[in-house]
Nanobody
Framework: QVQLVESGGGLVHSGGSLRLSCAAS????????MGWFRQAPGKQRELVTT???????NQPDSVKGRFTISRDNAKNAVYLQMNSLKSEDTAVYYC??????????????????WGQGTQVTVSS
């Protein structure tokens, strides 16, 4: 089992910066991928960025060049540095962790864990 707790959300002006933190506890050695998703009112939850334990990142063009993810394995934490924030970045941001497991038939799956979310509001 993995527990995730986010912090660092708040209200910023357009063009400002914010740094989110996520602390993991429990079976942290089993985590392969960590990252961030976000969900705005009336919209689907969407990928912000992820990073594997090998350092491979994945992020859409909407945040590329503005958002940077980092991971501290010693502290069991992942961070999201957000720069040049826009009003469309306003959303609840959720920390994410994936733990791989193998089913009875040998098929490999990934179990997802989620934090409680932290609100990011960017004023225009």
């Amino acid at each position: 089992q993995v527990q995730l707790v986010e912090s660092g959300g708040g209200l910023v002006h357009s063009g400002g910066s914010l740094r989110l933190s996520c602390a993991a506890s429990g079976s942290t050695s089993d985590i392969k991928t960590m990252g961030w998703f976000r969900q705005a009112p009336g919209k689907q939850r969407e990928l912000v960025t992820t990073i594997t334990n090998e350092g491979v990142t994945n992020q859409p063009d909407s945040v590329k060049g503005r958002f940077t993810i980092s991971r501290d394995n010693a502290k069991n934490a992942v961070y999201l540095q957000m720069n040049s924030l826009k009003s469309e970045d306003t959303a609840v941001y959720y920390c994410y962790a994936e733990v791989p497991y193998t089913s009875f038939d040998g098929t490999e799956y990934g179990k997802a864990y989620w934090g409680q979310g932290t609100q990011v509001t960017v004023s225009s």
